[in-house]
């Protein structure tokens, strides 16, 4: 059984999609859900999953990255996980913290990347006119959003389209995509996922 680490910086619906899907014949479990902010809301519900919570607010390092990963890393090894879900992680990971972890760590990003890397995705895609519009999951590298793509959802941009309807009609096809490309990857299959 593969034990998956889960970051989070926020309402941690990823997380919960992800933590639902780990069960039967499934290959992986949660072992533990970390946050960078005491306050996100995706902690209480990783308590009503019964997952093991543990935080390491970035904001108590003073931009100090190293010791912020440094201790990143302790609170992770302490749960021995073999791959690591970045879901709504909300912190730039540095070359020597992803290359711990490479070929273990991914990341769902709401873009059809190699389109839109970093923030403001939904509005980028607004303001460029794209007719479609989606997520990916992928692999971490050092290089931010970046990486060997495991899996993407595509949905079509209608008129009338806000950043707001974009994120909330998205959000339900990262939850079909995160916990498809995680069980592949779980047996070790990289081939990617297309949704629809
Ligand atoms: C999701 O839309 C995810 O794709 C995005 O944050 C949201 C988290 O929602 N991630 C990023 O923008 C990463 N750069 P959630 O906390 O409800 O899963």
Do not use: W
């Not at 933590?19 to 290959?27: L, R, T």
């Not at 006119?129 to 949905?155: K, W």
């Not at 995509?177 to 299959?189: C, I, K, S």
Request: aromatic share 4%; with cysteine.
């Amino acid at each position: 059984m593969k034990r998956v680490a889960i970051l989070i910086s926020g309402g941690g619906s990823n997380m919960v999609a992800l933590a639902q899907s780990m069960i039967g014949d499934h290959p992986a479990r949660p072992v533990v859900v970390v946050s960078n902010d005491p306050d996100a809301g995706g902690l209480a519900k990783a308590e009503q999953l019964g997952i093991p919570r543990e935080v390491v607010d970035h904001r108590e390092f003073h931009k100090d990255r190293n010791a912020f990963e440094g201790v990143l890393h302790q609170t992770l090894e302490h749960h021995a996980p073999d791959i690591i879900c970045l879901a709504g992680f909300m912190r730039i990971l540095t070359g020597a913290f992803t290359s711990r972890y490479e070929g273990r760590m991914l990341n769902i990003h709401p873009s059809l990347l190699p389109k839109y890397k970093g923030l403001h995705t939904h509005a980028r895609a607004l303001e460029n006119g794209d007719a479609d519009h989606g997520c990916t999951v992928h692999e971490v590298t050092a290089a931010l959003d970046d990486g060997p793509i495991l899996g993407q959802a595509r949905m079509a941009v209608k008129a009338g389209d806000t950043p707001d309807t974009l994120a909330a009609r998205l959000l339900p096809l990262e939850h079909a995509l995160y916990p498809a490309v995680l069980r592949r990857y779980a047996r070790g299959d990289r081939t990617p996922v297309k949704l629809p």
